[in-house]
């Protein structure tokens, strides 16, 4: 099984593809036994009033764009038992839905009526069974890995009993693989992009860099810095440089892992 994720590692480290890490993920999750992977990113898991918002990454493969779309149409986001008991534990989610059983490692909540149209839905597709692995990562920003199958419940919590440390390890590595990439898409997704020097000035400004300290980290003139950080205010509808990094980071668009 070592064997395994050390093959992952080779392959998904250095693809900046976001695309295409799924589809290594989902490779390894078939030699697990399972039948597909899916992978939730949120910057920000909750608006400034607490309420959920929704992730703006958000992928399942094989690709289910029905899925995908219901599950935002809906805003399943905001209901979801799955999501609900991951925001509480930083532990490994195993869950399994049956025509007359639910189950959700740790949740002890009763369902309620959209809860229950959400695991129909889910059943329906095949997403009959999974294991979620939640990483909560240093700045408040929130990531999910799951891998699931559609087939006998009872068989299924065996499997994930004994892949349990191995998805773990993958886990990890797929979010830390494509950590970088994922700015871009968070960004792409809020209208808001950013160039490579614009991010790089912002993210240094965030740790408390002067213009001058921004300017000699990057081989750059003060001017030029105080240029990337003008033009990054402007997209991003701030007033100053602090606004600028404040809103930034409110976004996710900076203070990702690198």
């Avoid at 693809?15 to 939730?40: E, H, K, N, P, S």
């Avoid at 929704?54 to 289910?64: G, L, V």
């Avoid at 899925?67 to 195993?94: A, G, N, S």
């Avoid at 003060?222 to 402007?234: D, P």
């Amino acid at each position: 099984m070592l064997d395994l994720v050390e093959k992952f590692e080779d392959q998904v480290y250095g693809v900046d593809d976001l695309d295409l890490a799924m589809g290594i993920l989902t490779t390894t999750g078939y030699q697990l036994g399972f039948d597909g992977a899916a992978y939730i990113y949120a910057p920000k898991p909750r608006d400034q009033h607490g309420s959920l918002r929704m992730p703006p990454i958000h992928k399942i493969h094989p690709n289910m764009s029905n899925w995908d779309h219901r599950y935002e149409h809906k805003e399943y986001f905001r209901f979801d038992p799955i999501y609900q008991r991951c925001l509480e534990t930083t532990l490994p989610v195993v869950w399994s839905f049956s025509s007359d059983h639910h189950y959700i490692r740790g949740y002890t909540r009763r369902f309620t009526a959209i809860q229950n149209q959400f695991v129909s839905d889910a059943v329906k597709m095949g997403l009959r069974n999974g294991i979620t692995i939640p990483l909560h990562l240093p700045r408040g920003e929130i990531a999910f890995v799951c891998f699931y199958s559609g087939g006998d419940n009872n068989t299924f919590l065996e499997q994930a009993k004994a892949a349990g440390n191995i998805v773990l390890l993958l886990a990890h590595h797929f979010h830390e693989a494509v950590a970088r990439s994922l700015r871009d898409r968070v960004a792409q997704t809020m209208g808001v992009v950013l160039s490579p020097r614009e991010y790089e000035c912002l993210t240094f400004a965030a740790h408390g860099k002067t213009n001058e300290d921004i300017a000699d980290l990057l081989g750059l003139k003060e001017r030029t810095v105080r240029f990337h950080l003008n033009n990054a205010a402007e997209k991003l509808g701030a007033t100053n440089r602090a606004h600028a990094v404040s809103k930034a980071a409110f976004m996710g668009l900076i203070g990702l892992a690198d």
